[in-house]
């Protein structure tokens, strides 16, 4: 079992930024990727970026240049640096840690881009 917790979600003027941290704690040695996914209202679930265990990080098209996904081995954390936010990222924000036999899921992060 993985257990996921968020934090750092927020209400940003246009133009702003924010940096959404996720700690994972349980039985980290199984996790084999790590990524950040999100959820606007009325809309699917959609992949904001993820980066694997010694791999290179991976973004959606729409938060390419904006986004960064870093991790922090030594305190189980990974982070997403969220740079010129506009309106149309407004979502909640999922934590996602994937084992060879399970996914798993933060409580979700609620990130609001208005003025």
């Known amino acids: 079992q993985v257990q996921l917790v968020e934090s750092g979600g927020g209400l940003v003027q246009p133009g702003g930024s924010l940096r959404l941290s996720c700690e994972a704690s349980?039985?980290?040695?199984?996790?084999?990727?790590r990524g950040w996914y999100r959820q606007a209202p009325g809309k699917e679930r959609e992949l904001v970026a993820f980066?694997?265990?010694?791999?290179?990080?991976n973004y959606a098209d729409s938060v390419k240049g904006r986004f960064t996904i870093s991790r922090d081995n030594a305190k189980n954390t990974v982070y997403l640096q969220m740079n010129s936010l506009k309106p149309e990222d407004t979502a909640v924000y999922y934590c996602?840690?994937?084992?060879?036999?399970?996914?798993?899921w933060g409580q979700g992060t609620q990130v609001t881009v208005s003025s």
């Open positions: 349980g039985s980290i040695f199984l996790i084999v990727s």
């Open positions: 996602n840690a994937v084992t060879r036999s399970n996914a798993y």
């Open positions: 980066i694997s265990n010694g791999g290179y990080p």
